[in-house]
Nanobody, 126 residues
Framework: QVQLVESGGGLVQAGGSLRLSCGASGRTFSSYVMGWFRQAPGKERRFVATITRSGGSTYYADSVKGRFTISRDNAKNTVYLQMNSLKPEDTAVYYC???????????????????WGQGTQVTVSS
């Protein structure tokens, strides 16, 4: 198990940028595939981005491709989500997630992830 704590959310105008961080406890962070998901009010939790254990591969939802960048620093036990060109429809609670399932390097499904943070609110005003 790994404990995850997100930070960096806030209120930003459309077109602006934010960088979310997710710090993980424990000494095995590099063994976890990391992901970001988001959930808007009244909607289901949706995939945003994921990154492999080494950080060598990433995958994005079409809605954020070219605007968001996921990265990780295994020495700091932290994964990041750089969000640029933000739109009002990006408004949501953003969650960090982790899994260490063998044979599932990258997944867009929330059910693949065993560990979740508490979430951080991102609000984009028009």
């Amino acid at each position: 198990q790994v404990q995850l704590v997100e930070s960096g959310g806030g209120l930003v105008q459309a077109g602006g940028s934010l960088r979310l961080s997710c710090g993980a406890s424990g000494r095995t962070f590099s063994s976890y595939v990391m992901g970001w998901f988001r959930q808007a009010p009244g909607k289901e939790r949706r995939f945003v981005a994921t990154i492999t254990r080494s950080g060598g591969s990433t995958y994005y939802a079409d809605s954020v491709k070219g605007r968001f960048t996921i990265s990780r620093d295994n020495a700091k036990n932290t994964v990041y989500l750089q969000m640029n060109s933000l739109k009002p429809e990006d408004t949501a609670v953003y969650y960090c997630a982790a899994h260490n399932r063998l044979g599932v390097p990258l997944s867009t499904r929330p059910s693949s992830y065993d560990n979740w943070g508490q979430g951080t609110q991102v609000t984009v005003s028009s």
